[in-house]
């Protein structure tokens, strides 16, 4: 007598319960586009709606999906906006060595230039482009929030340009890759892990000016958004607690999500750019990536993408490909070039020429006090980067070495990191008060807030980088902890690292607009320091000491990264790169 056959009833079982649940995913994925439509169709009648300069802002928790639902659009366009601007302008100083000369120099300005410094000529040109609608605030929101996240995604996709495998180039020059072929299968795979990792820390970057990219002052202007940030900053000047705590834990849940659902599962995807030639390391994993590869809609999509990809291929006119291609393509990339060099060389030199008539304007003594304070605000930045070195190294090692850590703590990691600090600072100024710790000493702490991060980021990234093999050799032959770290682990690390201690060091002179200059109990606490001379000049509309204080923290700041930075990058690419 034969047995009935349950392994065919197990598995139409299965089959039964793996489509119900993909027709669960597929539901939920519709219904989120459907939310998302709705939402941008609210967000063009924001922007394009009359012109409201201060915006009534409601301290009611039930107006706080909103606000936050407007933030999270402003930070992911001024992310979409600083990826171009990486790819573009990154790849361009990283393939052009005469135009390196000077924009790799120019990125250490813009860099260097706080959010405040750009604030006065950009909200007052969008403001007088777009007169009667919300355009022009909401770009030059968008614009504030893109300068705080572009500069250390374009250093680590420049770095990680010069750091390309030799035999990778090789393979890509013996080949005959044109620029595309080149761009899309060595360029962008081999700095993709540390793009992802600091483009995480660019959104936090984001977040962290977001009070002031929201409401700000300009003279006896004010101008005020819809948004988390200028809920949180109405709810500080007001006193209200109950509002500040809302405010909290509505920028938390958002983080969470933007990083469960954006975030980790493009990590998860990144893990494929390793450069790992044996051994094999854990696998990450992703619950939204997962339901993603198991969605027919998703799978669909996709297909249907690809199709499209093909037809466009195949209406373009066959063209066998050879050296006259090639040589044309490359001549308009120079022509490109050269051309977007020379334009770039006039707008600085328009922009000095202004500067020029505004530095007339400020007299000697201005000018030592501001030499002074930039000195203060030098000192101020070296430590907090030191200090936030001193932890990040080793918990960024733990956290990059092991896939377990990486899964529980990255959500923490970047809830903490992506929370604007300067939301904390009321509290932390009244803890260093308590202590009898003065503004001087106590910016230091509050520029340590939003910038050892950086630093975490970039050594997370450069661990997770790490070939497998190499570990698996290190714990074969049971090399001792310290040695490890020591020939090993820093070695590995140490590009990443100097790029976070470039990037943390800029974030440091960006933040000091608000860390040596406080508002708390109804009073205005200010450290000697250019970061205080900015906020004060900015508020009160002293363009002259503004472009000068300004320009004074790009010198240092180009001086410091030419003396100090650029040598260790060198050693860097020459002593401590895997790949060489």
């Known amino acids: 007598m034969r047995s009935p056959p349950v392994p065919v009833f ?42 409201r300069p201060v915006f009534e802002i409601d301290l009611s928790p039930r107006a706080l999906p909103y606000y936050a639902f407007l933030s999270l659009s402003r930070g992911l366009a001024a992310y979409a906006l600083s990826l171009l601007f990486t790819l573009g302008y990154g790849y361009w100083a990283a393939r052009d060595r005469v135009a390196e000369k000077v924009l790799v120099p120019a990125l250490d300005i813009l860099q260097s230039i706080p959010v405040l410094g750009f604030m006065p000529g950009l909200v007052l040109a969008l ?11 909401e770009l030059a929101s968008v614009i504030m929030i893109f300068t705080g996240q572009a500069w250390n995604m374009t250093f680590s996709f420049y770095h990680s340009l010069r750091s390309v495998p030799r035999d ?49 002052v300009l003279g006896d202007r004010s101008f005020q958004l819809p948004g988390l ?9 007001r006193g209200d607690r109950t ?43 992703s619950w939204f990536l997962e339901l993603l590869r198991g969605s027919r809609l998703v799978a669909s999509l996709r297909a249907a993408a690809a199709s499209g990809g093909r037809r466009i291929v195949q209406a ?12 044309r393509t490359a001549r308009a990339i120079q022509i490109a070039s050269v051309g977007a060099f020379v334009g770039l060389l006039l707008l600085l030199a328009a922009g000095s020429i202004g500067l020029f008539r505004l530095f007339g304007k400020v007299d000697g003594a201005s000018w030592r006090g501001i030499g002074w304070a930039a000195f203060l605000t030098l000192g101020r930045v070296l430590l907090a980067t030191v200090a936030g070195t001193l932890w990040t ?78 570990r698996e050799a290190a714990r074969i032959y049971r090399v001792p902890t310290w040695k490890r770290f020591r020939v090993l682990y820093l070695p590995a690390i140490f590009p990443y690292l100097v790029t976070g201690w470039v990037t943390a060091a800029g974030g440091a002179w960006n933040a000091s607009i608000v860390s040596e200059y406080v508002s708390f109990g109804g009073k205005e ?40 930075w650029r040598r260790l990058h060198g050693i860097a690419e020459e002593r401590f790169s895997l790949t060489r």
């Open 525 to 564: 606490l200010a450290a000697d320091g250019l970061g205080a001379r900015i906020s004060v000049a900015a508020s009160a509309g002293d363009f002259p000491t503004l472009a000068a204080a300004v320009a004074v923290m790009a010198v240092v700041v180009v001086l410091f990264n030419r003396l100090v």
């Open 10 to 51: 197990g598995s139409a079982t299965s089959y039964l319960t793996g489509s119900a649940r993909r027709l669960w995913v597929d539901l939920a994925l519709l219904a989120s586009l459907g939310g998302i439509l709705f939402g941008l169709t609210r967000l063009a009648a924001e922007w394009t709606g009359a012109l």
């Open 127 to 137: 403001v007088a482009t777009f007169p009667t609608s919300n355009v022009g605030l």
């Open 243 to 285: 509002a500040m705590f809302s405010a909290v834990v509505a920028m938390v849940l958002m983080i969470v999500l933007l990083d469960q659902v954006l975030w980790r599962p493009v990590v998860v995807w990144a893990q494929k750019f390793r450069v790992d030639e044996s051994g094999q390391a854990d696998e990450a994993s």
């Open 393 to 470: 190294v080793p918990a960024g090692l733990a956290i990059g070495l092991s896939p377990r850590l990486s899964r529980i703590l990255q959500p923490v990691v970047q809830v903490v990191a992506s929370f604007p600090a300067p939301m904390l600072f009321p509290a932390v100024v009244a803890l260093l008060a308590a202590a009898g710790v003065g503004i001087g000493w106590g910016s230091v702490l509050l520029m340590l807030l939003g910038t050892q991060w950086y630093i975490l980021f970039n050594v997370v990234a450069g661990a997770m980088a790490i070939p497998a093999d190499l």
């Open 229 to 237: 940030g200028s809920y949180m900053s109405v709810a500080v000047a």
């Open 168 to 216: 990778f180039q090789e393979v890509a020059t013996l080949g005959r890759f044109g620029f595309w072929k080149r761009f899309r299968w060595v360029d962008l795979p081999s700095a993709a892990i540390g793009l992802v990792w600091n483009s995480m820390m660019s959104m936090a970057g984001g977040w962290f000016f977001l009070m002031v990219s929201e409401a700000f």
């Open 316 to 327: 373009l006119p066959s063209r066998t490909p050879g050296a006259p291609s090639r040589g």
